[in-house]
Every structure is written in structure tokens, then in C-alpha cells.
């Protein structure tokens, strides 16, 4: 999912790109995504795109008229800026808004359909939009050890709780606590103030360093295709399962729920302790491992061999 670095970038390339265009027309090549009844998407065709915002991951457009179009890339959706008269992608393809000087295409990948546009007419109706967390930017360690500590819960879960702070995800959620040399799976409500503020420092740090470099890479241009992700080469451990951690070489872990999984660096985070995996620690019961000196000496027993059945006679004819 587009995380804060990566919706910033979107928001930038459209000021630069699209701002100050009339949209000429408005195709929607999936009904699915349109989540607004009134007023009609259709009815921005025509109006000067005035503003482009962001409210936590949401991309607001703003047209003159007081109209905007709010778009929820969710974990696949994904916008191109492509030359007059450009068609959706097939399949991928939710909607297009043709510009006077280019097209806006509004993509995404995979089948579930998430990706949202709503169409809004007011100031009022968009703040109903507008429920997103704190900016840790502009919070100071005292209040946001005050957020963190709202609801007890697992630090991975409230760091990307989108109620307590704005566009954090699971990717960058990841990198934060590797930062911070905290586990994914200790709880808020018993974390240190030292900690709090150790993680709240890491997540400027990383945050910041993060949309310093998508700057540096989309400085004159337009993300294309599959250049907006969530598996980037320079991260220490999101996305890096099995591979060594640039701090200490351990061989990074993960943790698998649902349709997400959370990595993580035994050693940095978790004193050599292996978090339980829930398919798979199920599956192993006892034989799982605990820490990891205990997995890296089960890798180095060869596995026993199923004996060996003696060969058949040949019967004599």
C-alpha cells in the first residue's frame, strides 16, 4: 500500500503535471471503484483542477466549484500521467480523466477491487474524509508516546493504525521499528518512555529519509509502472525475509497473518528471539524453533534419511 513518502510523491508529480489543466472527460472503465452516488463523478468534466492534497494515504483532487475527487490507492492502485487520448490498461484499468495536456490513469493491480474514488461537493462533505491520525511531524515525543499509548496493543498494530497516526503502513511500519531496535509483537502499554521516544525518532528518520529519496528519483517526472512499492532495494528488512540484516547479518524473519507479514531482525529486535509464526509454529509444534542460535543449528543437522529398502531378488526362470 502507498505509505506517506509515496502518496507525498504522487501529490507533488500532480501539482507539477496536471494542476491548472480543465478536465475535458471522465471514463470509467470499472464501476467497482466509484464508492459515491451524488454528486455524479461526471460533473467535474468541464472544471479547472485547482488543488491536489493529501489526507493521510487519500490523493484529494480539487476543482474549481468547491468539487474534488478523493482516491484511495488501497495495496494496488497506482496513478499514470500518459500523453492525450491514452486507454485504460486492460484489466487493470479503474478510471481514466483525459487533461488538456495528458491522461490520468487510475490503475490496479489484482482482482479484489479495493482502490476507491468518491466524488464530493464541499468543504463539509470532504471533511467528512477527513478522519485520518497525527502527523508524527508534527508531534513532539511526549505526545506521541500519549497516542501510542491510547489502546494497548502490539506496537506493529498501533504504528499502522491509521486512527493514530497518518501514513504509516506495513512496509514503513517495518523499517520504523527496525530503526527503533523494537519488537513488532511488544505491547504499548507496557513500553518504556525511553523506547516511546526512541521509536517516535525513528519514525521521522526513516519517514523523512524515505521521501527524501523518492524525491531525488521523481524530481522532473511522473512515477511510471511499478516504479510506486512497497519492496524497495534500500530497505533493512521489509520485504527481505531469509536475507542477512545490514546491521547485523542475521538472516531476517517474518511473521505471516491474513494477507500481510510482518519482518523483522531477531537480533536487533528481539534479543535472538524468534516470533511464532502462526501457520507454520502451528504446524511445528515443539519442533519450532525459539531463538536464533536454535534455528541456525537445526540448518546445520542434515536431515535424517528414510531407510533405505533392500532391493528385490530376480526370480530365476
Same mark, same amino acid.
Given at each position: ?8 510523491? !504522487? ?8 494542476? #491548472?489543466?480543465?478536465?475535458?472527460? /471522465? ?7 466509484? =464508492? ?10 468541464? =472544471? ?9 494515504? %487519500? ?10 475527487? @478523493?482516491? &484511495? ?9 500518459? +500523453? ?17 495536456? *495528458? ?6 493491480? #489484482? ?5 476507491? $474514488? &468518491?466524488? /464530493? ?27 501510542? =499509548?491510547?489502546?494497548? &496493543? ?17 512496509? !514503513?511500519?517495518?523499517?520504523?521499528? &527496525? ?5 513488532? @509483537?511488544?505491547?504499548?502499554?507496557? $513500553? ?10 525513528? +519514525? %521521522? ?10 524525491? +531525488? ?8 509502472? *511499478? ?9 533493512? /528488512? ?18 505471516? !497473518? ?8 531477531? =537480533? ?9 509464526? %502462526? ?21 546445520? /543437522?542434515?536431515? +535424517? ?13
Amino acid at each position: 500500500m502507498p505509505e506517506l513518502p509515496d502518496v507525498t510523491i !504522487y501529490v507533488e508529480a500532480l501539482r507539477r503535471s496536471v494542476r #491548472g489543466q480543465t478536465l475535458q472527460r /471522465v471514463r470509467i472503465a470499472s464501476p467497482f471503484v466509484v =464508492r459515491s452516488v451524488e454528486p455524479p463523478v461526471f460533473a467535474a468534466e468541464g =472544471r479547472v483542477l485547482q488543488s491536489v492534497s493529501r489526507l493521510g494515504k %487519500r490523493i484529494v483532487l480539487g476543482f474549481d466549484g468547491d468539487f474534488y475527487f @478523493v482516491l &484511495h490507492l488501497m495495496i494496488a492502485g497506482r496513478l499514470r500521467w500518459e +500523453a492525450p487520448g491514452a486507454k485504460a490498461p486492460p484489466k487493470l484499468g479503474l478510471a481514466v480523466f483525459e487533461f488538456e495536456r *495528458g491522461t490520468l490513469l487510475f490503475t490496479e493491480a #489484482g482482482t479484489k477491487k479495493r482502490a476507491s $474514488l &468518491h466524488a /464530493v461537493q464541499g468543504a463539509e462533505a470532504l471533511a467528512a474524509h477527513a478522519r485520518v491520525g497525527r502527523d508524527v511531524f508534527a508531534l513532539d515525543a511526549s505526545a506521541f508516546t500519549s497516542e501510542l =499509548r491510547r489502546e494497548n &496493543h502490539t506496537l506493529k498494530r498501533a504504528l499502522t493504525d491509521p486512527r493514530l497516526f497518518d501514513g504509516i503502513g506495513n512496509a !514503513y511500519g517495518d523499517e520504523i521499528l &527496525h530503526a527503533a531496535g523494537l519488537s513488532p @509483537v511488544a505491547l504499548t502499554g507496557k $513500553l518504556s518512555d525511553e523506547a516511546a521516544a526512541r521509536l517516535h525518532a525513528a +519514525a %521521522r528518520r526513516v519517514l523523512a529519509a524515505g521521501l527524501e529519496r523518492l524525491r +531525488a528519483q521523481f524530481a522532473e517526472r511522473f512515477p511510471g509502472p *511499478g516504479e510506486i512499492t512497497a519492496f524497495r532495494p534500500e530497505f533493512a /528488512v521489509h520485504g527481505k525475509y531469509g536475507q542477512p540484516c545490514p546491521v547485523c547479518g542475521t538472516n531476517v524473519q517474518r511473521i505471516r !497473518y491474513a494477507e500481510n507479514e510482518t519482518n523483522y531482525c531477531p =537480533r536487533c529486535q528481539t534479543g535472538g528471539k524468534l516470533l511464532a509464526d %502462526r501457520s507454520l509454529s502451528r504446524l511445528l509444534k515443539d519442533d519450532w524453533p525459539r531463538t536464533i542460535e536454535e534455528l541456525e543449528d537445526a540448518r546445520t /543437522v542434515p536431515p +535424517a534419511q528414510p531407510p533405505r529398502k533392500p532391493a528385490r531378488k530376480k526370480r530365476s526362470t
